[in-house]
């Protein structure tokens, strides 16, 4: 009794929570057997009749037993399966803005149906958010027969669909896609021009499976719509050249060079700081290759932005490496995601990184990028309504759950107990050692007929163990970001007996691994030799392989090397011992993995040398498993860090975007914009006018000249008569603005005449809104500049985020001020005798695309003969 009212007294909350669940399963259970009489119309008919209960009000929550009830009887009949007891509690997790952690083959995707449907039925649409095309595709086909039966409409939105099919997938009670593309799509429909192309309705309800991937693994990385603006190619290939030649030769090329006399590398942060010899170094061969002037100098204003291409060249050739951080395919850069091992698709670094390597690998250099639109995953998924994800592996960053996305995370017990066997880590002094050793595993599980995983954290590393087993004729598949296209098929059947899969960190995930393989692959790959046997016989040959992979002890997983996470390192382990299948894992490390070489000391390696280990023994010692965890313990807190920074600094731009994108959205659904322009007009008028008369009795008639002057350039206001400025009294600037706003009203209204009422308001809104877009992609290029210097504020003691916040306030008031001017000065010089409206439009838009905005006021363009 004492021991057990102990436990009750220090029941964790994973506990508590799980047994309020409980209390929700048993009434589901308990309804079980009266829905599974129900006919197939009446289980049907029961979604219109929860509909009709939330729209009198009622909660999700009064009517979630007898929805998850309907789902699960829906499920047995239509996709042949049965909720577990522990789908159900994970469901009503999800639907409880939770995350829930289930492991690897715990059955996620049936899961997910529960919360979807339920949500579903309010009519507001549910986003059902995946890593990649393969899964969105997998799991809508999957479980869309499961919605169609329960009269709930599932669409799925795809890369490079078009508005017309995008609007229709938005339109569906349920919609499957990638997070990019739920993202980009936020992003186009706030760039729009014309309301009827907007696609996304309300963000009502998200569910993201792998959740840790998406909101953690991505997090640091904003999603990033570009423009293209001019790049000086030759300068890139020229200054690759001589920092290469003169500088990186000189020296042993090796990657692990952290200091020389030029330059020192921090290996932690990504980045390269030029010594004061590096400094004088690259100057003296500048001026030797007519780069520099022979009295100028680096710290010339007008020579400044050669310090951004030198630290980049500098970076591409010691910090990004070929094979690790990007492939060369097709004659293109494609960067390597870090964490999930993949080709990130259509994504380039900034900056002029990405042209720095380009130049490295001697290939065609693009043109540089510029942001029209930005936004982190952190804040794109905080703008839901409702949240909640899965994860096989998600209790590591609970704090940062919690921290960043108020969302509680909670471990679903398994359906059957684990029976995986894992290994303690080997740890070798060398590289070579280690690698030996591997292969040696693999060797020894191929003679035994086990299949094995081995799971490595860059492309460059599986392919050194796959050439190593190309040299031995080991059969095996390789699974890295050049073959992503395959991953699914090759990942599903690493089961197989014998096998042999060489995978990066991640790949293939969401996608289980089948012991024995899948049975259509067995199928399709035995044809000829079972050609004459019925399809119960194939399938009973293919169980028997599976339980021979048993018996052999299941799926063996192999990992290269500890991940900087130890999340990641627990995804590679889950892979094997799914649903209380046998399995086995361990870890190979080396005193030469990044890991250790960062964060182990080299006092340390210098005792265990001493110690006399030989190269070939591994260390079994406390201190470096020690060392070893607290390495990633230390690296994912400084990761969490970066994305709590990123954060806190994308809210501040957070909150400028939802003010900016409110505005453009209230004028793209205006109906009347003339009455927005002329009131805009009076503020630029007041403001232009009390900043020419502060003071009233001084130089009343010379500011007065001045206006005329200003009004005449800028806003195509001219004044014909003398005296249209009465004599200065107590309200002479309001009686100024007024006779100001007077001239341009009739001048403006004159323009009307010639256009229909409609086709004159898409003129002014188009104008309007190009104007605004122009400016904000100026305003996000500022920011950027300011965020990568505010730091320096930190030496005069002050708070660089507070003097972030400031200083980006008023550059957005700022913006906000040129933006009004601008668009008043724009439709005072359009004049309808001159050109049509077409026109106009066509040269506006040469304008904005070109580089002449950067260098010119729009004034100033206007007088350009080519305009008329």
């Keep these: 009794m004492l021991i057990k009212f102990f436990k009750n007294l220090f029941k964790n909350n994973n506990e508590k929570i799980l047994e309020e669940v409980n209390i929700i399963l048993n009434l589901i259970n308990d309804m079980e057997k009266k829905f599974s009489k129900f006919s197939d119309k009446k289980l049907r008919e029961n979604t219109n009749k929860y509909r009709n209960k939330i729209f009198n009000k009622n909660t999700l929550n009064s009517i979630l037993p007898e929805a998850y009830s309907t789902v699960r009887e829906a499920s047995k009949r239509v996709l042949g399966m049965r909720h577990f ?98 993202c980009f799509d936020y992003l186009r429909d706030n760039m729009i021009f014309c309301n009827s192309n907007r ?45 290469y030649n003169f500088i990186l030769k000189k020296e042993k090329y090796n990657k692990n060079d952290c200091k020389n006399d030029n330059f020192y590398i921090d290996k932690k942060r990504k980045q390269i700081y030029l010594t004061e010899n590096g400094f004088l170094n690259i100057e003296n061969i500048f001026v030797k290759n007519n780069v520099l002037n022979k009295n100028s100098s680096l710290y010339c204003s007008e020579n400044i932005m050669f310090f951004q291409y030198i630290i980049n060249s500098l970076k591409a050739h010691k910090l990004f490496f070929k094979n690790i951080d990007y492939i060369v395919k097709d004659n293109k850069i494609l960067i390597v995601d870090e964490h999930t091992g993949r080709i990130s698709n259509n994504r380039r670094w900034s900056d002029g990184l990405h042209q720095a390597i380009e130049a490295k690998e001697k290939i065609k250099i693009n043109d540089e990028s510029y942001t029209l639109a930005s936004i982190t995953f952190q804040n794109y998924f905080r703008l839901y309504k409702k949240l909640s994800g899965m994860s096989g592996t998600a209790e590591t960053e609970s704090e940062e759950f919690k921290s960043i996305y108020n969302l509680n995370t909670v471990v679903i017990p398994t359906n059957k107990p684990i029976c995986r066997k894992d290994f303690n880590d080997l740890i070798y002094m060398t590289e070579k050692e280690k690698i030996k050793s591997i292969i040696k595993d693999i060797k020894n599980c191929i003679k035994n007929k086990q299949p094995v995983l081995v799971g490595t954290s860059s492309i460059e590393k599986s392919e050194l163990i796959s050439n190593k087993l190309n040299k031995l004729k080991i059969k095996h598949n390789i699974l890295n970001a050049k073959f992503h296209s395959k991953e699914a098929e090759i990942i599903k059947n690493a089961g197989m007996l014998s096998s042999v899969t060489i995978a990066t960190n991640m790949a293939g995930r969401g996608t289980d691994i089948m012991l024995g393989g899948s049975f ?257 992609r100026e305003h996000l290029y500022d920011l950027e500049h300011l965020r990568s210097s505010i730091h320096l504020r930190g030496y005069a003691d002050k708070d660089p985020k507070q003097e972030y916040k400031k200083e980006s306030f008023l ?58």
């Design 520 to 776: 259509n692959y067995f199928l399709k790959k035995n044809k000829k030799k079972y050609k004459f046997f019925s399809k119960k016989k194939i399938f009973s040959i293919w169980e028997n392989n599976k339980n021979v992979v048993l018996s052999l002890g299941g799926l063996h997983i192999i990992g290269a090397e500890r991940h900087e996470s130890r999340r990641i390192d627990n995804q590679l382990i889950g892979r094997s011992g799914r649903q209380g299948d046998v399995g086995s894992s361990r870890f190979y490390v080396s005193m030469e993995d990044s890991l250790i070489k960062i964060f182990v000391s080299n006092k340390i390696i210098n005792i265990i040398k001493k110690l006399g280990i030989k190269n070939n023994e591994p260390i079994n010692n406390i201190f470096i498993n020690k060392a070893i965890y607290n390495s990633q313990k230390k690296l994912e807190n400084y990761n969490y860090e970066i994305r709590a920074k990123l954060l806190e600094y994308d809210d501040i731009v957070n909150e400028q975007r939802l003010i900016f994108y409110y505005k453009r959205n209230k004028i793209l659904k205006s109906k009347n914009i003339t009455k927005i322009i002329f009131k805009i007009s009076i503020e630029v008028f007041n403001s232009l006018v009390n900043f020419y008369f502060k003071e009233k009795n001084k130089n009343f008639c010379e500011n007065i000249k001045i206006l005329k002057r200003y009004l005449k350039k800028v806003f195509n206001i001219l004044f014909l008569k003398k005296n249209i400025f009465i004599e200065k009294n107590m309200f002479y600037n309001n009686i100024i603005i007024k006779n100001i706003f007077k001239i341009f009203k009739k001048n403006y209204l004159k323009k009307k005449i010639n256009f229909s009422e409609k086709e004159f308001n898409k003129f002014e809104k188009i104008i309007v809104l190009k104007v605004l877009d122009k400016f904000w």
């Design 199 to 243: 696609v996304q309705k309300k963000l009502n309800y998200a569910i993201i499976d792998e959740v840790d991937s998406i909101l953690i693994d991505e997090a640091r990385t904003p999603l990033v719509i570009s423009g293209f603006s001019y790049s000086n190619k030759n300068l890139y290939n020229k200054i690759n050249n001589l920092v």
């Design 811 to 868: 550059m957005f008031m700022k913006m906000i001020s040129s933006i009004k001017n601008e668009i008043i000065s724009m439709m005072s010089f359009f004049s309808s005798k001159k050109y049509s409206f077409d026109f106009f439009i066509l040269k506006m838009n040469d304008f904005y695309n070109k580089k002449l905005f950067l260098e010119t006021s729009f004034q100033e363009f206007i007088k350009n003969k080519n305009f008329y």
């Design 85 to 182: 007891d522990v789908q159900i509690i994970g469901g009503i997790v999800l639907n409880n803005r939770c995350i829930a952690e289930m492991k690897t083959g715990e059955g996620k995707t049936l899961t997910s149906t529960l919360p979807i449907y339920l949500n579903s039925l309010s009519g507001n649409g549910v986003h059902v958010v995946t890593m990649n095309d393969y899964l969105a595709n997998r799991d809508y086909n999957q479980n869309k027969k499961l919605f169609e039966f329960l009269g709930v409409s599932s669409s799925l939105n795809l890369q490079g669909m078009s508005i017309k099919m995008k609007k229709n997938a938005y339109s569906s009670d349920i919609t499957y896609g990638t997070n990019n593309e739920f």
